[in-house]
């Protein structure tokens, strides 16, 4: 059974551009959930989803940020006009219906806008 | 509002000592979960344990072993007999009710930097 998977693992971009970042969750995991981490910080909550519907967005999650989980099984995070403060590791993780608060994470991808 | 307080910014032990991470957490729900998670070099978060409120049984498995009181909102994590693969840096977070919808978010703690020396 594989775990989460989230491509790219890393990200350079410069500030102005669009990127877009991939998780494929844990098969029959019905539960997504994004999560940003800067350097030295704790994981930070953005958004989840529970099959397609995106039930929770942070206030972190601003204009330029948009997530989307069409299918209820792969999600994307878009970010437009990245900024420099965008900088960050962006985590996704998965839970299963059975097991809804036991959270599994990916390798996460590294963005960097210079 | 929740929120998770990590006051040990960094730890540096010996191998084979036991070392204590500290997690005090605030929330206003009856029902949370408490974790910990690992994050070693390479960076991808580990699920190590989880606990929720109505259970305030401290247990071990293998070395590492929990001590949840809610009478002082703190969940401290030991590591038993450390070794050099323990080193990284230890989250501590929590999940609640957030007033009825379900769970989701994890709200997590700065993190513990843990090095092991040999």
């Known amino acids: 059974d594989t775990g989460v998977s989230q491509d790219p693992r890393h990200k350079i971009t410069k500030r102005g551009q669009n990127v877009t970042f991939r998780c494929d969750p844990i098969?029959?995991?019905?539960?997504l959930y994004w999560y940003r981490q800067t350097l030295g910080q704790g994981p930070e909550f953005l958004t989840y989803f529970q099959n397609e519907a995106q039930l929770e967005k942070s206030r972190l999650l601003s204009d330029r940020f948009s997530a989307e989980r069409p299918k209820g099984s792969f999600s994307t995070l878009e970010i437009q006009r990245t900024e420099q403060g965008d900088s960050a590791m962006y985590l996704c993780?998965?839970?299963?219906?059975?097991?809804?608060?036991?959270?599994?994470f990916g390798p996460g991808t590294r963005l960097t806008v210079l | 509002a929740q929120k998770v307080t990590q006051a040990q910014t960094e730890i540096s032990v010996v191998e084979k000592e036991d070392v204590t991470l500290d997690c005090v957490y605030e929330?206003?729900?009856?029902?949370?979960?408490l974790f910990w998670y690992k994050q070693p070099p390479s960076g991808e978060l580990v699920f190590l344990i989880r606990?929720?409120?109505?259970?305030?049984q401290n247990e071990i498995s293998g070395r590492y072993s929990w001590n949840f009181q809610k009478s002082t909102s703190s969940f401290n994590f030991t590591i038993t007999a450390s070794q050099v693969v323990d080193s990284a840096v230890y989250f501590c977070a929590l999940s609640a009710n957030a007033g009825g919808t379900s769970y989701g978010k994890l709200t997590f703690g700065q993190g513990t930097i843990l090095t092991v020396h040999p």
């Open positions: 098969s029959e995991h019905n539960r």
């Open positions: 929330t206003r729900d009856t029902t949370y979960y």
């Open positions: 606990r929720n409120s109505f259970d305030e």
């Open positions: 993780a998965s839970s299963s219906p059975t097991s809804p608060h036991e959270q599994f």
